[in-house]
Every structure is written in structure tokens, then in C-alpha cells.
């Protein structure tokens, strides 16, 4: 071993060994004890996620149905939310399994009110069979197949395999996530919306969350994602060629949770409140607009919206000629 290696070593141990320590003598807790905590804790977070989970979808399957003739890419659904031990991250998969039943296959967590898988009689732990004989989720492609063609779907309950008579309806395909963080935050990538916990938590009310929803599907269902990404790199990075894409989502989002019968009035209230919790977004654009004018756009919306309903007028947002979704 070289001396400059010895001397660094020493150095270490010398570090260690001085490090500072508490001055108090702290109370005794058991290991039984942690562990019968850690599983109430576990027990809370996750009853918390479930009632998220199902709010969550209650409140976004009206916006993907009343808006898939909007909407690119479209699906047929059944309304239920899977999930397998693989959804969650290593140190929660005993927990997820303790809690909510999740196994290593994709089975039913969450029947939608009111949804075809409900009125099919589907509940939750069944297991949804594909024609290969895998338990996989409502938007597996053989399953998608094997509704359209038949009109049915094989469900595994109770070890026992039966075949069930189900109507479904047409959606955007666009899958809803709940993230579980205290993060005030809601995002669209293309494919999927994710919402967060502490979104949900934030907002005062459904039609809030509604609002965000419609927001989030207009940024996949206009492909922002993909013009983003373009802008991005032809402008060398700049920011603000992401804002007007925000504003649509604002604009085009409000149809669309109009259309779920949802009421516009007084979601703007939302960025009042948030800009008490972020003030330098009340007067600094970067990559959204400024919450105000988010806040007095959305109220100029929804005065359009309204004047449509009253007058009758099919409720569509107003499109530049040939730049409507298809």
C-alpha cells in the first residue's frame, strides 16, 4: 500500500471516530414496536390511496366519454382500474399485497359507479382472461379484440373461470395514474395523465379536479406533447414556446369537462390559490403563463362556453379551420 493511501485511510478513521454524537439520553422504543407502527402507517397511506384512486377515476371517466369524438386515439372500455404487485415500488409491494390485494397478475382494484363492468356484475380481486389465458388489464389488446367481437369478456373469480356478457363504451385512450406525493402537480405525457395526490388534496372541489383532468387531456389529445418537444429543439431551448400550448390546454380543457356535465364556474379560483403558495409565478412566465392570466382566460371561457349553451350551439371548441383533432 502506498503512504499517500495509508494517510488517507488514517485520515478517515481519525474523522469516524470524531464524529459528534446526540446529548441526551433518548427513550427506549421496541422493535415490536416500529413494526406495529410501520403497519399502521402503511394501512392509512394506502386506504388513502384507494379513496384517491376511486375518486380519481369516478371523476375522469365522464371527460374521456363525452369527449372521444374529440379525441385521436380511442378505446373501448369496461371501467375498472387493475393493478399488480409490479405498480408499486419494491419497499410498499408487501404492503400493497397486505392492504389493497395486489398479486404478481393484473387484477380488478376499483369498479367505476355506474361503469358496463359494474352493471356486468365484475367486482373487485376478479382477474380479467385473455384468449391466451393471462390475467391482464381492461386495455390489453386481446382483450380489446375479444370485446368488439364478442361482446365478452372471461373473468377468473374464485379460481373458477366464467364468462361474462358486458356493453362497452367507447373512451379516450388516454390511461388516468394517481401518483402518491404531497407535490402539487398534474401532467399529460402522450400517452397517460397523472395526477397527483397533493393535487387532489389541494383542490377545493370535483370540478376542480375535473378542470385539471380536461386540462391534462387536452394536452394529449392536441398532441402538445409532440409540438413541444419540436419547438424545443428548433428554438435551441427556448421556454416560452411552450406557453400558448398551456393556454390551449386551458381553453380546449374547459370544453371538455363542460361536456362530462361537469360546471365551469369559479375553477379559475384554483390559480388564486395557488399563487399563494408559488407567488413568483403571479407575475413571471416561463414555461405556463403567468397565473393570472391563466385566472382571466379561463373566466373569458367560460363565458363562451355558456353563451353556446344558452344559444344551443353544439359545444366545440373553436378550432382554426382544419386544425381540429382527428
Known amino acids: 500500500m502506498r503512504p499517500s493511501t495509508t494517510f488517507k485511510l488514517l485520515g478517515l478513521a481519525l474523522c469516524l471516530a470524531g464524529c459528534a454524537s446526540i446529548a441526551t439520553q433518548l427513550p427506549n422504543v421496541s422493535p415490536a ?12 397511506a394506502f386506504k388513502e390511496k384507494a379513496a384517491l384512486i376511486q375518486k380519481l377515476h369516478t371523476l375522469a371517466r365522464p371527460i374521456l366519454l363525452a369527449n372521444s369524438e ?3 386515439k380511442t378505446r373501448q372500455d369496461i371501467g375498472v382500474v387493475t393493478h399488480r404487485l409490479r405498480d408499486y415500488a419494491k419497499p410498499l409491494r408487501e404492503a400493497a399485497a397486505r392492504e389493497l390485494g ?53 373473468i377468473r373469480r374464485d379460481s373458477q373461470l366464467q364468462s361474462v356478457n358486458i356493453a362497452p363504451a367507447s373512451i379516450c385512450d388516454y390511461d388516468v395514474k394517481l401518483k402518491q406525493t ?49 419547438n424545443y429543439i428548433l428554438s435551441l431551448g427556448a421556454t416560452r414556446y411552450t406557453r400558448p400550448f398551456e393556454s390551449e390546454a386551458d381553453y380546449v380543457g374547459l370544453y371538455y369537462m363542460a361536456r362530462a356535465g361537469y360546471s365551469p364556474d369559479n375553477v379559475e ?14 407575475a413571471r412566465a416561463k414555461t405556463h403563463p403567468t397565473y393570472p392570466d391563466r385566472y382571466l382566460a379561463i373566466d373569458a371561457a367560460r363565458a363562451e362556453i ?20 382527428s
Not at 390489453?140 to 379484440?145: E, H, T, V
Not at 402539487?184 to 389541494?202: E, H, L, P, Q
Request: with cysteine; charged share 20%.
Open 70 to 72: 374529440l379525441c385521436p
Open 269 to 282: 379560483d384554483i390559480w388564486r390559490r395557488l399563487a399563494v403558495t408559488n407567488p413568483k409565478s403571479v
Open 182 to 230: 404531497p407535490t402539487i402537480n398534474a401532467y399529460a405525457n402522450g400517452r397517460s395523465i397523472v395526477m397527483t395526490s397533493g393535487m387532489m388534496n389541494f383542490a377545493a372541489k370535483d370540478e376542480e379536479i375535473a378542470y385539471i383532468l380536461g386540462h391534462e387531456l387536452a394536452h394529449n389529445a392536441m398532441g402538445h406533447i409532440r409540438k413541444t418537444v419540436s
Open 33 to 44: 414496536q416500529i413494526e406495529s407502527e410501520t403497519v399502521l402507517q402503511e394501512k392509512l
Open 102 to 154: 395486489a398479486g404478481n397478475e393484473h387484477s380488478i382494484l376499483y369498479v367505476v359507479e355506474g361503469s358496463p363492468a359494474q352493471k356486468a356484475g365484475l367486482r373487485r380481486g376478479d382477474y380479467i382472461i385473455s384468449t391466451v389465458g393471462k390475467a391482464v388489464g381492461p386495455s390489453n389488446k386481446l382483450i380489446q379484440s375479444q370485446i368488439e367481437e364478442t361482446g365478452t369478456i372471461r
Open 306 to 325: 355558456k353563451a353556446k349553451q344558452a344559444s344551443g350551439a353544439p359545444l366545440i371548441p373553436n378550432f382554426k379551420t382544419g386544425q381540429a383533432p
